[in-house]
């Protein structure tokens, strides 16, 4: 194998994980081709909370300069009883989480974060980026890898030392490779619908929310038959919402028809206000929650998968554009701190990450009981959540948003 192909990493998608799979690369001074199957990179949903865990790393590539013009720093993640608007609970954020976590909590519109991705890689001449690019087949020689890739009807066949699936929860990667191993599979629909609207901070919709909840914080509102999450993007002009309820599968993509009578049902009990913003901040936009559990991320031959085309989750731990973030970090350096022996790196990789996914999986399922609660546990919740001073909420937290990749030394 040519030392140029060997250190060659083809990606295939460049959303948020990918994009930071191609810099976290180029930073160790390996050559990247990012393919991407849309012919213009649209940010598929809308607002997305970075925790420290995954700023930490924007940080360090180069990109949260970038962001923090358009992102907001909220002063706290504040749980409200959807009946009441009573408040619940309070973990402080803003200065408080840098010094704890060292490194921001940002929201932002996803647009946002990926315009500032991009932005730093058209930068790198070490990056080459391939729209409209379609991979249909996958194979494997004593070379390494090579992926056809189809681009303007015309297929031309793309070599590296690693494959990086980053494509999403429909990959044609883990696809392609499910063809071959049973190990690897398809999403699974999760029996919920997220929905979701941006409204103007000026709008009758921004001007109810601001009556309810809080310009400067991340605003939940609980209820046992959906819950709402709440926030500014857009350095305040705007206001993402983001709703939960059980639904029917609708077809499968990034958004849907769903009818809106599910919203408006799951919120007829709750205060009037919410209820009003519910109805004002139409038309929503469902999209179909699909998970995957991937019973292997990595194939030997050179092939990862990362982001959610290996574990795509639910958001209750509002956790899976850092995830993505993580794995592509971690991958891109244990490949360059062990690179005679990529198939040992991928075999660490997959270890090291596993248990930290799967316990954010854990705390996005404890989350999702305790915010549709109901009856005594939904009093007993209430009662923990009063008497649990905020200083030790945020401690609950440490193990997730003080993450911090640790050097691996092999003996």
């Not at 244990?334 to 705390?363: C, H, M, Y």
Request: aromatic fraction near 6%.
């Amino acid at each position: 194998m040519t030392e140029t192909r060997s250190r060659q990493i083809v990606i295939v998608g460049a959303g948020i994980a990918g994009l930071t799979a191609a810099l976290a690369f180029a930073e160790r001074g390996f050559p990247v081709r990012l393919f991407e199957q849309a012919r213009q990179l649209e940010a598929a949903g809308a607002g997305l909370q970075l925790s420290p865990n995954a700023t930490r790393i924007l940080r360090r590539l180069g990109v949260l300069e970038r962001l923090l013009p358009e992102a907001i720093r909220p002063q706290a993640v504040v749980l409200k009883d959807a009946r009441s608007l009573r408040e619940l609970a309070r973990v402080p954020l803003g200065q408080a989480a840098e010094q704890r976590w060292g490194a921001p909590y940002l929201v932002a519109h996803r647009a946002d974060l990926q315009a500032a991705l991009m932005e730093a890689v058209a930068e790198r001449p070490d990056i080459e980026l391939v729209t409209g690019a379609r991979v249909t087949g996958i194979a494997v020689d004593p070379q390494g890898i090579s992926a056809t890739v189809e681009t303007d009807g015309k297929a031309t066949d793309v070599a590296g030392g690693l494959l990086v699936g980053a494509d999403g929860v429909w990959s044609s990667v883990r696809a392609e490779l499910a063809g071959r191993q049973a190990a690897f599979m398809k999403s699974r629909f999760s029996g919920r619908l997220a929905w979701r609207a941006t409204v103007a901070a000026e709008s009758a919709a921004g001007q109810t929310f601001a009556e309810i909840g809080s310009a400067d914080c991340v605003t939940t509102f609980l209820h046992p038959g959906f819950h709402m999450v709440a926030y500014p993007v857009s350095k305040g002009r705007a206001v993402n919402l983001a709703a939960f309820t059980k639904g029917e599968r609708i077809a499968e993509g990034w958004s849907g028809h769903a009818d809106p009578a599910i919203l408006s049902k799951a919120v007829h009990d709750t205060a009037a206000m919410l209820a009003r913003l519910v109805a004002l901040a139409g038309p929503w936009t469902a999209f179909p929650m699909h998970t995957v559990q991937q019973q292997r991320w990595t194939a030997p031959q050179g092939i990862a998968l990362i982001g959610d085309a290996a574990h795509a989750m639910t958001p209750f731990a509002a956790q899976g554009a850092a995830m993505g973030i993580e794995d592509a970090s971690m991958l891109a350096n244990l490949i360059a701190d062990f690179p005679g022996d990529p198939t040992q790196s991928l075999t660490v990789w997959e270890n090291l990450r596993r248990p930290r996914v799967e316990r954010v999986l854990k705390r996005g399922a404890l989350n999702r009981l305790a915010w549709h609660a109901w009856g005594p546990v939904a009093i007993a919740r209430n009662l923990v959540l009063a008497t649990r001073p905020a200083e030790k909420l945020a401690a609950d937290l440490d193990w997730l948003y003080g993450w911090e990749e640790r050097k691996v030394v092999r003996r």
